[in-house]
């Protein structure tokens, strides 16, 4: 077997097991009928891009309930003002996602799999493969992969995959085949699988 796929199942019978399955109750939570909770997923990964998970959780906590009603330039000034590494482009995305905010249930509720995730990127700026997957994951869809730097290094590390040097929509859907071979190899959803290859990379458990 796989050391990478040992690694997983030791973690699946440890202490680790309970704390990532709360995680993902608490993805599973989310009101996907309300504007307001979907639209600060939204900003939530807008700011995620190129950026410090931990950072970011931090400012989003702190900012997200001015989002609406601050305009783009004071909102820059705030994400600056926090440390944000791109509070300009950023602000500017965020300000543009308010004309889709009332769309969002609708999206969420009636479009599934791809055609969902590619409205999310071709509507809103801010928003790739990546971020448009882990607002769908932190709303409780479990059948998308988040494919970040992290996950990146361990699927090369394993040899699971030769990491791309540009991620394109259609290497990223490979890449994501891939992950779903290794989720169902440990009886995992690719949310699930997620939270334990970040945990393996990175020591930590976020959103």
């Avoid at 009101?31 to 939530?44: A, G, N």
């Avoid at 409205?119 to 992969?145: M, P, T």
């Amino acid at each position: 077997m796989n050391e990478l796929l040992i690694k997983i199942e030791h973690l699946k019978h440890s202490c680790m097991q309970k704390e990532i399955q709360k995680r993902i109750q608490e993805f599973k939570q989310v009101d996907t009928h309300s504007v307001e909770e979907l639209f600060k997923e939204v900003t939530f990964c807008i700011l995620t891009a190129n950026f410090n998970a931990e950072r970011c959780i931090q400012i989003h906590g702190t900012l997200h309930h001015c989002f609406c009603t601050d305009t783009k330039d004071t909102l820059a000034k705030k994400l600056k003002a926090h440390g944000y590494r791109f509070p300009n482009t950023r602000a500017a995305y965020i300000k543009e996602s308010i004309v889709h905010k009332d769309k969002l249930p609708i999206i969420v509720q009636k479009l599934e799999g791809d055609e969902r995730r590619a409205w999310l990127v071709n509507n809103i700026k801010g928003l790739g493969q990546k971020e448009a997957s882990h607002f769908l994951r932190n709303i409780g869809c479990d059948q998308y992969a988040i494919i970040d730097s992290h996950i990146l290094d361990i699927l090369e590390r394993y040899r699971f995959i030769q990491r791309p040097k540009t991620l394109t929509a259609k290497k990223y859907r490979k890449i994501e085949a891939n992950l779903q071979e290794l989720a169902t190899q440990t009886q995992l959803t690719l949310a699930e699988l997620d939270l334990y290859l970040w945990y393996l990379e990175t020591g930590k458990i976020l959103k």
